[in-house]
């Protein structure tokens, strides 16, 4: 069967893309798209568009036109196809998303584009939104732009641009404030441009989307030495779509280098001079950390839950709290060797596989007589622990 996916963006079909709707023996596309272009005789495809190419396969041979919105090639139906077996032709259009950048007029070479496909991928979704400054979101059933401003208020200000109808005669691109989109009704948002408006321009890049990581990680300085950080770093395995909470933060390193690694990040101290060390070490990385004052556990309650937990400073009882929340791994820097049977309790308890390690690093010195000799750091005792149903 010759399956050939057209592209609309609400204008008026290519001649290529009138010719293969002709020929086909069956057109078919989602219900909304059909209605708008009058299509009485095409059959809708819902949920299921592989069992209507089935049931038209069965049928005998022929030809297939499957209508998508946009670039069908771009979280569209294409790779839904291509797992198939089928290798369609595509005649595309404007993504949605390249339209709405358009609307609002923004260049979006340096835009992150997530496309959630239901309800449950909406956290993962706002951690890119906390962690990137500017991103498109494609809308879907309990992912539009109220939800969005109600999981990024009040920690994350962004400004939101919510692109109603793209293409069709009810277009509408509307610049929101986040309690607005809260509030008022919306009609099937086709994508919302999540922007941070504090976000200073960077030089161009030659990869669109996010740049590429950082040249370097477990960087030299701060309270930690750069070996015990990487070793926390692994252990934390923070990405793109993690939020990553920083409790004890200190100055911010390990926040700050999560931040630096896509994460989402909030850094949670109680000490004020603390908490402008980690401001002034965030604007010197050029990245975005939460930062939250206050003691935990209480400063930890009003937070999201996270996707992974360092714990910097505190007691078992920090260590207690930050386990409640579920995260896939919790990883504790530990002062007092008297304090590691309490916690690792804790987090067995808590249903965690704990494990402790201690990190001892010897660096080269050049000694009083030319030659060159170790020196040891203190050891460092870590712990850290991932759910022990996810063996």
Known sequence: MTVTVIGWDGLALAPAAAEAMA???L????????????L???VPYGEDLLGVLDGHLEHGEG???????GDPGFFGVVRELRGHGLRPAVLPAVPLAARAFACAGLNWEDALVVAPEHAGQLGRVVNACRAH???GVLCAPGVGPGELARELAPTTPRALIVCEDLGGPAERVTHSRMGEATTRPWKDPDVVLVVDPLHRPQPRSWVAGPRPGPAEWALPGGG????????VLAKLGPRLGDLVWDVGSGSGEIAVECARLGAAVVAVERDEAACARIRRHVLDHGVKVALTRGNAPPALEPLPDPDAVYVGGGGPDVVVACAARRPRSLVCVVRAIEQVPAIL??????????EGTQIQAAHFTVLPDGTHGLASAEPVL???GVPAHSE
């Not at 030809?63 to 919105?69: D, F, T």
Request: proline share 6%; net charge positive; charged share 35%.
């Open 23 to 25: 020929r086909a023996t």
């Open 27 to 38: 057109v078919t596309g989602p219900d909304r798209l059909l209605r708008e272009l009058g």
């Open 40 to 42: 009485k005789d095409a």
């Open 63 to 69: 030809s297939a036109a499957v209508l998508a919105e």
């Open 133 to 135: 400054h500017k991103v």
């Open 224 to 231: 930690l030495p750069p070996e015990v950080r990487a070793f």
């Open 345 to 354: 309790d804790r987090m067995r308890e808590y249903g965690y596989r704990a």
């Open 382 to 384: 870590v712990l850290y």
